[in-house]
Every structure is written in C-alpha cells, then in structure tokens.
C-alpha cells in the first residue's frame, strides 16, 4: 500500500509531504495506482520548480517507494501562495485516486 501523509501548519498550509510504499494493484510496469501516484507527485515537485522557481527539499529513495519533500520557509509571499495551489492540485488528485483505489492508498492529512 503507498501511504501518503500531508503535513499542514495550523494555517492550514502545507509544509511537507511523505510518499511511502508500494501499490502492488498490478504486476510491475502495469500498476496504475502507482504509475498514478508517482506521477501526480513528481509532477507537482516538478511544477513548484518550474513553475515557481523554488525548490522544494526532497529526499528520495533511487528504487522508489520513497518520496519526501518540505516547502522551505524562506518563500516570500507570492511563492507561497503558487507553491500551496500546485500542492492542493496534488493532494486533490491522489485523493481521486483513493477514492477509486482505496486498497491500495491511504492519505492522510494533518494540521
């Protein structure tokens, strides 16, 4: 199971997220919970950096199944509202993905 953990401050921001775990809803190369998963998150990580020229923290396992990123605090203003819109994107659409495949990810989202 990918187990998804959303790290909110008490403003209700987000200031870090974990990704761990493995699908296992299909063989290798053909789990789409996975595929999904994967590409949701390292699509926004990848947006925030583009597109709000921040870099996140990450931390990364090279076989996968480990993804951990934190939104630096040095972020002015208008950093931080893009860098927050892209990570409600993603935390929207892995939540479409529970909803549909909720045996094989679990979120969780605190404050």
Excluded: W
């Excluded at 939104?71 to 892995?94: A, I, T």
């Amino acid at each position: 199971m990918i187990n998804v953990s959303i790290n909110r401050h008490s403003t209700g921001r987000i200031v870090s997220f974990s990704m761990s775990g493995h699908a296992e809803s299909g063989p290798y190369g053909y789990d789409i919970v996975c595929a999904g998963a994967s590409a949701v998150s390292i699509g926004a990580v990848n947006a925030v950096q583009v597109l709000c020229q921040t870099e996140l923290i990450v931390d990364m396992q090279d076989n996968g199944g480990y993804l951990s990123c934190t939104v630096p605090e040095s972020l002015n203003q208008e950093q931080h509202r893009d860098v927050q819109l892209l990570l409600e994107g993603m935390v929207l659409s892995l939540k479409s993905i529970e909803e549909e495949y909720e045996a094989f990810i679990s979120i969780t989202d605190r404050r």
